[in-house]
C-alpha cells in the first residue's frame, strides 16, 4: 500500500488549497479513504471520511462547509478542497486508508495558512 499526498503550501487567510493522494497496492473503489490533519502540539484528528463509491462523506465540525472531501476511483485518487481557510487550519495532512486491522498513511503534505 502507498499513499502520496500532494497539494499543500502557504496559503492567506481566506484562500483555497486543493490536496490529492495518489494510492496504489490495493484495490482503490474497495475502500473508505479519510483525510487527517496533525497541528503543532496537538494530536492528529479526522477531517474528512468519504466511501468507497463516494456516495457517503463526513466532516468534522470544524471544517463544515469549507472543506470537500471527493474521489476518483478510475484515478486512485482522493482530493480534498479546503476553501476560507483559516490559520486554525495550519496542520500536516495525511491521507488514510483501513484494510482490516491495520491503518495506512501517507507521508503528510504541509498546510500553513497565514498572511
Known amino acids: 500500500v502507498q499513499l502520496v499526498e500532494s497539494g499543500g503550501g502557504l496559503v492567506q487567510p481566506g484562500g483555497s488549497l486543493r490536496l490529492s493522494c495518489a494510492a496504489s497496492g490495493f484495490t482503490f473503489s474497495g475502500y473508505a479513504m479519510s483525510w487527517y490533519r496533525q497541528a503543532p502540539g496537538k494530536e492528529r484528528e479526522l477531517v474528512a471520511g468519504?466511501?468507497?463509491?463516494?456516495?457517503?462523506?463526513n466532516y468534522a465540525d470544524s471544517v463544515k462547509g469549507r472543506f470537500t472531501i471527493s474521489r476518483d476511483n478510475a484515478k486512485n485518487t482522493v482530493y480534498l478542497q479546503m476553501n476560507s481557510l483559516k490559520p486554525e487550519d495550519t496542520a500536516v495532512y495525511y491521507c488514510n486508508v483501513r484494510r482490516g486491522a491495520r491503518a495506512y498513511w501517507g507521508q503528510g503534505t504541509q498546510v500553513t495558512v497565514s498572511s
Open positions: 468519504i466511501s468507497s463509491y463516494g456516495v457517503t462523506t
